[in-house]
């Protein structure tokens, strides 16, 4: 009996399933970059295993976007759930933080206590001075008016040096809060917080397979440049890429896809919404006691929180969110305006007024130390509190909004499947220069793959990216091309041929907008922008001006002239433009000008001749399409009058 249950006991537990967790590490194996952002493709490699396990993706970064975290696998594995959740390495120690907290609250209390004995000095400095006259009208004794000059010149000496020692205290003491603030920082971190995927998979063939992840992150940016050679042979246009990206993990080896869609990109349409406006009346109350207004920043919008104080005293107030202020002033006395980093004003006021002040930021301000208590709401740098912002910092900084720097999102996919202007830091900025890290630039081979909507193009040798924030640039296409040259002058404005190439057939070559470095038979030629937004068949670079094409205009003054007639002026005009080819081929050569254009019935503008040229009526814009062969001049003549009445006046 007892064999026979050992046999049933063993056959049951044969076919039960465990569950069991598998922390393999996972890699990169794709990355496809944005305009900004990223979507980082993890893989890992499964043993076979029966039944149902847990797998985690750890370290993953705490900054991915969980909306868009997708969990893919094999077709004879089959996912149960997904779940993710925010880990940290290390917590916050209080009983170290508090020690800190109380010694700068000592400190502060000092620089204020030093500050109290600045303001004793200066009102007694301000006293002497006002009693600054020893004359002797009334007969005083010589010798006492003597003495007490001495003694006033003597207390003055001391004041100053009691300012300048209470200066270096407070410079002392406020290095000593600062360095306590970075040891606050340090301790006060939470720790480096990292994202953990679990996922619930089950095998029924208990066979291997993989499963990979995939997420958006946005330290990561890309942009497209360009170098145009223009020669009489074998030109080109090379597509280049910088690539930057600060997620925290290196790219090594990996295959890499450019798009120029983001899937964090809204998608929906704006929709117009009618703008109500109202206006409402200003009361002002017609109490003489009383000075009100409102205090607002060089563009216009409400400072909240300026001081209002009147001068020589502490009676103040505050402004409220609407930047108004109202302040008991029975005296009418001078009032003084502050707001911190703006420059202070005062003004001598009345009561009847209502003031509108102006604040502009102060160019005076040479630091600020940015301390923090506790967790703060804003890390630069990972850095919490006791961070130095010189005024050059503070004036760069992109924006002043904390609002607009800081999101968060939640949620999840999962689903079943076969297994980039610039950005740093998630900081938009204009320009990145080139690096100069020594190392050499790889080409590599390219695909382009279009859906709906996207363009992506994918790299097909695998290439690495540190997490350095360093741009790294890689070619993306070398295209063979066939342009035209055509050339546009405008001689009213100056004399010069610019030339222009035209590519056709752009639009199969899957380019994106951005710079364009302009090489001329083997020569720099400057820096054009190709905008490929524009809808048009060919695409133009502009080369610059070609002094080989010889542009001149000259006003033929014998037939200018200016006729007074009995009720009416007339005014002859003429001039003629040259256009020399003294190249060894044919070129195209559009040349603009511009005639008068009458705006009322009063002038009339008569136009004689244009030797050949197609003029706008409505723009007085006359435009000349000439093909010259080499060495070739053509003149061209424009000939017109304007007529007005004898008591007008041209403008």
Known sequence: MRYLFTIVFFSILSNMSFTQDITQASTIKEVTVYEQGATIHREIELEAFSGVSYIFFDSLPHDLSKPTIQVNVDDHLEIISVTHKQLTYKKQDED???????????LRDSIQYINKLSQALLDEKKLILKHDNFGSEDGDNVTKVRDAAALY??????????????????????????????EINELSKAGTYYTQVKAKVRNSQNRKGKISISYYINKASWYSFYDARIANANSSLQHKAYITQTTGEDWNDVKISLSNKSPIRKNTAPRLTPKWKNVKEIKRKNNGDYTEGIILDNEGLALIGANVIIAGTSSGTFTNIDGYFKIHNPQQRQLEFSYVGFTTMSANVSNSQYLKVILGESTSLDELVVSGYGNSSYDIDNTASGVTFTSEDIRNLPSKNINGLASSVAGIKAGRGDASVSYIDGIRVSNISSPENGYTRQAVSSRAQRSFNQVTIALEDPYSIPSDGQPYDVMVANHSIDYVREYYTAPAMEELAYCKVGVKDWQSYDLFSGKANIFVDGFFGGVTQLNMAED????????????????????????????????????????????????????????AEALPVSQNGDLDVEVKELSGGIMNEDTGIVEWDLTLSPRQTIELIVDYQLKYKKDYVLN
């Open 536 to 591: 048009r068949d060919t695409l133009w670079l502009d080369i610059g001006p070609d002094e080989t094409v010889v542009i001149s205009r000259e006003d033929l003054k014998d037939y200018n002239k200016k006729t007074f007639l009995k009720r009416k002026i007339v005014e002859q005009k003429r001039f003629k433009v040259l256009v020399t080819n003294n190249k060894d081929i044919p070129v195209k050569v559009t040349v």
């Open 96 to 106: 170290l933080l508090q020690p800190l907290y109380s010694k700068n609250e000592i």
């Open 153 to 182: 010149e003597s207390r003055l000496k001391e004041i100053y040096l009691l300012e300048l020692k209470y200066q270096k205290w407070i410079r002392s003491i406020n290095k000593i809060i600062a360095t306590n603030n970075l």
